[in-house]
């Protein structure tokens, strides 16, 4: 079984390398990985990958936000590459079978035939406000917010892993995907993703800019799509994010709440598969 990964990427450099070591470690055999852009080093860790044979490295330079067309254009690649299945994934995500016993690679080696996609629920780890970079986020990002909202109050979207298809569609943010050897999705969902989406105050600040000046200058969409991340640019430009980006983390009555509630948990996973 051949299982490849597709990403698009952008200023990830804190984040990309533990992705994709994580996901090699879960049984990912190949990357195919669009850098759109980066300013940051991030694409002189991916070339360090594509030295090893791990990482096939496209680029898309414009800064837009038509994501869903070149994780359709990797997730075709992959197909036409031999891969059985093929996990959309974000650079700051890390994927998990529910069973802390097996690993991707053997969860989806006991999947049956007519199972050809299935739908992954995402909830992001937490910590207390973080301004500084000399930490690595990985020592701070230990708590689960079961009950992750968006800045929308709504919960986060489901990802999806799928069986390759060369006729794929990818729908915005890895949500969806169709094509005519796929079918419903599968009532079994044995995998779950912790997200590390708040791991700085500088890199919070990064994405949203980074995020919101591209959905408003892609034509392609209607302004309700990304209309959460539309929400935080807006923010950003009136000065006021630095209060949503507290919101989204820890503090001691916060963190006392979630235990009452079992909302926020502790997950150590990310920090001990180094």
């Given at each position: 079984m051949k299982i490849v990964a597709t990403l698009a990427v952008r200023d990830e450099a804190d984040v990309i390398a533990a992705n994709i070591k994580h996901h090699i470690r879960q049984g990912v055999d190949h990357f195919i990985i669009t850098d759109n852009g980066s300013i940051d080093g991030t694409r002189d860790i991916l070339l360090r990958f594509v030295d090893?044979?791990?990482?096939t490295l496209l680029d898309e330079p414009n800064h837009d936000k038509m994501q869903f067309q070149w994780v359709t254009k990797m997730a075709r690649q992959a197909a036409r590459e031999g891969a059985d299945w093929v996990l959309n994934i974000d650079a700051d995500e890390f994927w998990f079978p529910k069973d802390r016993h097996l690993t991707i690679r053997q969860v989806l080696e006991q999947a049956p035939g007519e199972i050809t996609k299935i739908k992954v629920h995402r909830d992001h780890l937490i910590g207390f406000p973080y301004y500084g970079t000399r930490i690595n986020w990985r020592y701070r990002l230990?708590?689960?917010?079961?009950?992750t909202r968006n800045i929308k109050g709504n919960p986060l979207g489901a990802k999806i892993a799928h069986r390759a298809d060369p006729e794929v569609e990818i729908a915005q943010g890895n949500h969806n995907a169709t094509g005519p050897l796929l079918g419903q999705?599968?009532?079994?969902?044995p995998f779950e993703?912790?997200?590390?989406?708040?791991?700085?105050?500088?890199q919070f600040k990064r994405r949203v800019e980074n995020a919101g000046s591209a959905y408003n200058s892609t034509t392609y969409f209607g302004p309700?799509?990304?209309?959460?991340?539309?929400?935080?640019y807006e923010l950003l430009q009136a000065g006021e994010l630095e209060e949503w980006y507290e919101r989204q983390c820890l503090s001691i009555p916060r963190l006392v709440r979630g235990f009452r509630h079992d909302t926020i948990v502790p997950d150590f996973r990310i920090l001990l598969t180094r």
């Open positions: 090893q044979g791990v990482v230990i708590w689960r917010n079961r009950a999705l599968s009532a079994i969902e993703i912790l997200e590390v989406q708040v791991r700085s105050w500088e309700n799509r990304g209309n959460a991340v539309r929400t935080e």
